[in-house]
């Protein structure tokens, strides 16, 4: 199967700030490919609004279940690309990491890649102080 476009899918729930800070860096990321972002709002109580720069690449699909996994399930669902990436609401990928993935994807068709993502800074700092 060969790359024919990538079906970013962000599931998100109440996440403010960091979320919009996610949905831009996968936008700015995915500018020169074939792909769509599919944004799976999990709240029940917050509707979710974006830029109107986005709407031509973004999709927002209220979950009428609950859970991260369904969100998932959701936005495969609703996928129009073959390729998916899933990320969580506090992730930041590049241009770079895309192109990274678009290559593996050649080379290992049918595999599951993983990748070290950056998280924002405040996220980063919050992280230090929290004991796991």
Known sequence: MSFNGLSIIIPTKDRGTVFYKTLDAAYR?????SAEIIV???SKSNLLVIDTKYEYRVKIIDNIKSGVASARNLGAKNAKYSHFLFLD????????????????????????????W???LELTEQIKKTQF
Do not use: R
């Open 118 to 120: 950056t998280y924002p």
């Open 40 to 42: 799976i709002n999990d």
């Open 29 to 33: 990321a995915s500018l020169m490919i």
């Open 89 to 116: 609401d506090d992730i930041l990928i590049t241009s770079n990491n895309i192109a990274d993935l678009i290559q593996d994807i050649g080379k290992y068709p049918n595999a599951a890649i993983n990748f070290n």
